[in-house]
Each structure stands twice: as structure tokens, then as C-alpha cells.
């Protein structure tokens, strides 16, 4: 019988080759162009969870993409832990941007993975995330290692909301009935700082149009007369921020969290190197609401983007025309306490408040979800400890992040079972970004980590 | 010897024909993917000015797309007019919102239009407007009543900023010497209220480019902590207007034409019916600079719109991107005594100065031209005034609009001579717009009252 260190030695190209195979796919849920390899990437799921050991595996279809159930059930008296992915991916565009197809994974060494990264879409996001889930259970199953009932739910909707899921949680109490869920589409401090995220921020997408004139207009003979539907647009987003980057929608900070002093300076100690920061993204200054710290705005404060906007023309060279439309797609990011439909509701009301007669405005909400923040006392938060503490050779850093889990704080409502997020990605493996990659070493030490979580949580389950 | 109007009435459908097999050649200057179109359309162009009876005709290169120039020389001795249009279109987008295809010409009766009108990207702007002198010339050719010399320069650039002409005009000063210019690329009040333009406004057409981080970046790690170049740009673009309406560009209003009271109130005769306007328009109101009429607004005031503006994700549902940079397009229009290159330069100043260190910007300007008032006590004016009250049987109003035909000014400057701009479009007709079209009636109009110019002209001339 092997150890998780001499197996992962012996079968790590495998391993490699497989989620290589896996990244092919372009899995981008938010285009309906690609819907046929998103169900491809389902049956791709669906085998791998086959020959890594489950006993039963289904694709369960959905109001959209399916959802890829997996379970080995070797005792019902045993504890169950439920692990959760989504096999689906971002849009890869800006396409210009990528150094290699993003599709035609690539490994390349970084200063950041030595031992090199696959560069693809969905290698850190969450392909390659949950992927560590399988073949952990590969060696747990194969080397008789696995201590407790283990379900898999790999969804394909996590990118556009997670649409289907509550639906599908809400028939299938039974099937996904589990002690504790495991999700690994995080990341940690930095590879000598390990940290298991606590908290996540909730989320808000709406979409806005602004309509002026009934058709394009000559900017000649118009311009300077009649409603411009892009510069009335820029006018209005720019309103929903006041000078101090406090978002101006009423109602908006009603509900938030309030951190003691405490809990800040808690939070202070994490080690952050904002000249670093700054420069690793080549900008000449952070900005921010006032009164907070760079990382108290990305994870403990709620924000407003816009993550894009479009109008008039767009294309080569110059048009003198007034568009009839202008478009933005606005997203905020809620904390704990905020109820994402509320705020969609008080964006929607103000957004239409603050539009001048001149114009229409329509709001469209696209998704949204509720932030979390999960105890560290819990007997899940301590497996995972415990577990990381093992492999990496220290105490991981709880750590609030800025990113959203819509589902996190549906499975305690549906299923009313705990989230551990035990991720092991960075912050610069450009999740969302052309080149997005994930570390070769933090693939293997996410397998190396998963069968000690598991034979922890199970030794102090009671 | 026929009459101008039994040789309309005996030749009108084939004119129609011809007008349409020219608006089938999208001839979109401003996206090079169309460049062989263009340059077909100028071959179409020369053909049709030799059948109409030049007797020299020329497609003369230039650094972009070529001239071309046709002439008929009856006597040095007498006048000679010089025929001034582009063959050039703007791009058809947005594609969507055109009834019948932008190259597929048809005949369609509107409220307006009841003897018909030919939609069609072009109809209007300009080729169904300068094809309306070749036919006058075929006329005056046929029937042996061209009155004077006649030359055509007909352009290919001018959608995009006739970037070529002003080299070809100092390279050709002898060849293109005239007494007067003729240019049919504007409109008439309404169809039973002629006018002619008077004044035209100068362009300064630029684009920016605001980059924040250097790579697209997780709305969720990274939200509400770096600057998001969309929310900066929408902040920028919000500021160049104050909540007068006015212009914040320092230095921007310097040189401005100020109207006497009495000039004001004449213009102010013009007919014009706000609520018609806004109704025509579908918008809830006007919106402008405080203290000026619409009519003055797109008139004798200079105006700053945004033409097009893109950044982020835009595509199909949603992406919790923030984008690494955002663009927009902008076009200023001047009013005479501002100088287009002095504006641009105010504007890359001023926006360079408003952005905030967390960000870079980058100005391109695309291309500008000066504004241009002419007299409306001159032979040419004159002459043109008695054509048309000839024919639409009353006195036009002299009419300053708010478009610009950059190289009115330069042929003032090189050529030195002075322009009568005589079109016969209406603004409804949608130049730049989808749905562009040119009614029957205009188009027919309009040869008939080129010759009247011609014979005015030339018998006034000393």
C-alpha cells in the first residue's frame, strides 16, 4: 500500500495528461455557441468520475447544463462529504491577449511555478481545481485509503449564476444529503502561506440599456441637440460613486457587516505587499472606497463594476453618429447580510431614478447570489487545518475573499450543511484573464492534501 | 429641344436605374475590408461622367482612396464651375436595424416621401446627390444647353476625413481652378421649404484609450480595490460637460463666433416645431446648452458627443471581468473661428490632465476640419437662390447647419474660391443612420434645378 506522496509520484503525468485532455473542451457556459461542448465536457466528467472508483455515476440533466453526480458509499453509518465543482468556464476574450489558445493547454514555467503551469481557461477555474477531487478519490479508492462516504456534484452554470441549481438541490435533498461540503475554487496567500478562505462576497449582475433618440442620428445635425444615450450612460455611472468611492444607490450599506476593530486588525496581520500588488498589475495607484485598506475593499466592503460597456461605433476608423442605445453590464459584490435580490431591487429603483426625462432605461438583472462567512471552529474548518498544516508544513491563514460562491449560501440553506473552501490556486493564476494558468505544485498538493482532510474529518466526526 | 423637365419626364426611370446599380457597391471607406468596393465604385463613377458627356475623365491616385475628375471645357472664356461629392459611405451598422439590406436598394413610399424613396446606405449621403449633377450634365450636354465650363471632383474619403485632398488640391491647383464650387451634400428644410446652407461646423474627431490594470482581472479578487478603467472613462467623459451643459475643456469657447441679437432672431424665423422634433425623435426631451435653442444648439454652438464607446466584456450574459482597458470615440463640432487642430490639442490636454494616476490614457486624434460661413450676397448665392425659387416656386431660406463638410474651408484656403452648398436632402432621411434614404421627388428636384443654377450663374458673371 502506497502512500498519497509515492502515488502521486508514480502517476503524476498521468494526472497531468488527463486534465490536459479535460482543458481541451470549451466549456464557456455564457455562449450558447459552444452549448454542445459544455454537454461534452459533462460526459467527460461523468467517465472520469467512473474510472477514478465511484460506485454510481449520472448525468442529471437540468432546466440548463447538467449537473455530474458521482458517489462510493462504503458505510452509511460513516460520515458523507460532499465535494462540489463546475466543469464549466469564462469566456475566454479578450482572445488577442493570450500567449497560447486558450483552449491548446500549455505548460510553461513562471517565477511563481517553478515547476512550470498549465496555461489554459479553466485550468485554475475550476477544471483543474476539482479535478484534485478525482483523482485524490482515485488513490483513496485504489489503495483501499478512503475512510468515509464521499459524493460528487460537478455543475456546468457556476460561470452564468448557477441558474438551475437551487431547483435541483431542492428535488434532490436526498441524493446530495451529506455531513460536510468540500469545494476547492479558491486559492491561498501564496504556496509558503497557506490559508483556507472564510468568508466570500455575495453578488449582484444586472444589465442596463439606455435608449435616447428612436434611431442612429448624424452627429452634425443632431449632436449638441438631443439626448446622447452614451454620454448619458457615462453620467449615470459615473453618479453611483461619490467622491470618497462610496456607492450612492440609497439603501445600499443598510445591511452591511460591521467588523469590529478586532476582527480588522485580525484580518491586518495576513501578509500583503501593496507596492507589490501595484506592480504586478502595472498601475500607478489602487483606489478604493475611503477609510479602508486595499484588502479590506476586495473582501470585508462591498463594490460596484462595471464589467463592460458598448455603444455607437465600435469599429475601425471614425463615425459621426448618435447612437440610439448605449449598454453596460454592472456587477456589485455584497458581504454578509446583504440579500443580493434586495440590492438588485434598490439598484434597479435608483438607476431608473437618476435617468434624465430625455432618455429610457432599462434594467436586467442577470444572476446574483449571497455572500458567506463560515466558522473556524467547526470540525470541517479543523480537518482542513489539519490537513494543509500536514502537507504544506504550516498552519493555514484564514482569509476572507473578495470572489463569489453564489451556491455556498444555498447548501446551508437547502441542505443545511457547512462549506469548507479549501482551494489551492493564487490570485495570479488570472482566473477571468487571458492566461489563466494553475501551478503544477499546487495541483499536486491539492491531491497530496484532499486524502488527510478526508481521514481527519472522519477521525473526529461523531 | 427638350426642357429640362419633358427630359426628366422621358428619362427618369433609367436615372433611378442608374443611381441604383451605383448604391449597390458598398463603397465603406472606413473599414478597409471594403477597399475594393471603393475603389470599383470610383471606376462606376467615371464611367457614368463620361457617358453624361465629359470630355476628359481621370481616376487620379492619391495616398488613400483616389479622385476622380471629369471636365467639359466649352470656352476658357466663360465661368467655370466646379462639381464637388464623395462616393464614399458611412459603415451600415448597426446592421440590425435596417428594414431591406443596406446594398440592396429599394423604393418605398413614405409619409414624407409619397412619390417614393430609393433606402439604401448612400441614397442621400451623397451619392444619389452628387449623381443628380451628372445628370444635369447629361441634359445641358444633350441638349445643347450647358451655359458654361464644368468639372467634377468626386472623392473617396470624405466619411473618413478626406485625408488625401488637401495634397491633391495644392498638387492640382490648375487643374481644378474655378469660379465657384457646387456641392449637393446637404438638405432643404422641407420639400415645400427650400433652403441653402449657409454655415457649417468644423470637426475634431478623436479617440482615447484608458488603461488600468494590465491584464482583464476577477471582478471578485480584485473589485472595488483597483481602478476599473470603464468606471474612470464613464467619470471623464461625465466631466467634459458641466450642469449647464457647457463644455469644461479649458479654453474650449475661446474663439467662438459670437451672433448679434439681430442675426439670432432672424435665424430663429426659420420654421421649427420642438414638439414635432422630439416626436419624430421618440425622446422625452432635448437636451443641451442652457441658455441656447435647439435650433442654436446644433447650429452655431460647438458640441462634444461621444460617438462610441467599448470596454469590458460585451458580449452574450455575463463576465465578472474587469477589463484592462476601455475606448471611446469622440467627435467635436466647431463653429467657425475655431481652429480643429487647436481644439484637438485642447482636448488631448485637458484629458490627459483629468485622469487620475491609477490610470493611463492614451489620444488618437482620427481626423477634424475647420467650420465654414458663406455670404449670402454673392453671385454664386444668388444665383443659386433663383434656381431654386424657380423650381420649388419660393425664395429659399439660407440655413446654417449643424454637419460639416471639412474641405469647404480648404477649397477657400487653396483653391480661393467660395462654395454654394445646394442640397436637396431632407433630415429625416437618415444619413449615417440604418434606413437611409432619398425620395424620388428630391432626386428628381434636384436635376432640375441644377441647370437653372448654371444658367444664372453664368449670365450674372463678369
Not at 253 to 264: H, I, N, P, Q
Not at 364 to 380: A, K, L, R
Not at 401 to 411: E, K, Q, R, Y
Not at 422 to 439: K, R, T, V, W, Y
Request: contains cysteine.
Amino acid at each position: 500500500m502506497s502512500t498519497i506522496q509515492s502515488y502521486i509520484d508514480q502517476h503524476k503525468e498521468r494526472f497531468i495528461a488527463e486534465l490536459i485532455d479535460l482543458l481541451k473542451i470549451p466549456s464557456i457556459s455564457a455562449d450558447t455557441a459552444f452549448s454542445e461542448d459544455v454537454i461534452q465536457t459533462a460526459e467527460a466528467v461523468k467517465i472520469a468520475l467512473d474510472q477514478a472508483g465511484c460506485d454510481r455515476v449520472e448525468i442529471c440533466e437540468t432546466k440548463g447544463y447538467p449537473v455530474v453526480y458521482g458517489e462510493k458509499i462504503i458505510d452509511p453509518k460513516l460520515p458523507t462529504v460532499l465535494v462540489y465543482g463546475h466543469y464549466d468556464v469564462q469566456p475566454p476574450d479578450p482572445m488577442d491577449l493570450w500567449d497560447s489558445p486558450p483552449f491548446e493547454p500549455v505548460i510553461k514555467k513562471t517565477d511563481l511555478h517553478p515547476d512550470g503551469a498549465i496555461f489554459a481557461r479553466g485550468a485554475c477555474d475550476d477544471k483543474g481545481q476539482f479535478f484534485m477531487h478525482v483523482k485524490a478519490l482515485e488513490y483513496m479508492v485504489r489503495e483501499n485509503e478512503l475512510p468515509c462516504n464521499i459524493k460528487f456534484m460537478i455543475e456546468g452554470e457556476e460561470e452564468v449564476g448557477s441558474d438551475s441549481l437551487a431547483d435541483f438541490l431542492n428535488e434532490n435533498k436526498e441524493l446530495l444529503s451529506n455531513d460536510i461540503i468540500l469545494i476547492s475554487d479558491t486559492g491561498i496567500i501564496a504556496n509558503d502561506v497557506p490559508s483556507i478562505t472564510t468568508g466570500l462576497r455575495g453578488l449582484s449582475y444586472v444589465e442596463v440599456e439606455v435608449t435616447g433618440p428612436n434611431r442612429d442620428l448624424h452627429s452634425g445635425i443632431y449632436g449638441g441637440a438631443v439626448p446622447n444615450p452614451i454620454n448619458v450612460l457615462a453620467k449615470m455611472v459615473a453618479s453611483l460613486h461619490d467622491e470618497n468611492g462610496h456607492i450612492t444607490i440609497p439603501g445600499f450599506y443598510d445591511k452591511v457587516e460591521v467588523l469590529s476593530a478586532e476582527e480588522r486588525a485580525e484580518m491586518a496581520k495576513a501578509p500583503f505587499d501593496l507596492e507589490e500588488y501595484k506592480k504586478a498589475l502595472d498601475i500607478g495607484d489602487v483606489e478604493g472606497e475611503n477609510g479602508y485598506s486595499t484588502t479590506e475593499r476586495f473582501s470585508i466592503r462591498p463594490t460596484l463594476d462595471v464589467n463592460g460597456i458598448w455603444g455607437g461605433y465600435t469599429g475601425e476608423g471614425a463615425k459621426t453618429v448618435i447612437a440610439s442605445k448605449a449598454y453596460a453590464k454592472i456587477s456589485m459584490r455584497l458581504v454578509p447580510h446583504q440579500d443580493w435580490n434586495e440590492i438588485t431591487d434598490l439598484f434597479t429603483k435608483h438607476f431608473e431614478a437618476i435617468a434624465p426625462d430625455s432618455v429610457k432605461v432599462k434594467v436586467t438583472p442577470h444572476h446574483g447570489g449571497q455572500g458567506y462567512v463560515t466558522p473556524i471552529d467547526s470540525p470541517g474548518y479543523r480537518a482542513a487545518a489539519a490537513a494543509m498544516e500536514t502537507t504544506f508544513g504550516k498552519k493555514p491563514v484564514p482569509q476572507r475573499t473578495g470572489g463569489s460562491i453564489p451556491i455556498v449560501a444555498l447548501f446551508e440553506e437547502v441542505l443545511e450543511s457547512k462549506t469548507i473552501l479549501m482551494g489551492f490556486g493564487l490570485d495570479s493564476d488570472a482566473i477571468h484573464s487571458p492566461n489563466e494558468h494553475f501551478g503544477i505544485w499546487n495541483f499536486l498538493k491539492g491531491i497530496e492534501t484532499i486524502p488527510h482532510f478526508f481521514k481527519n474529518y472522519t477521525a473526529h466526526w461523531s
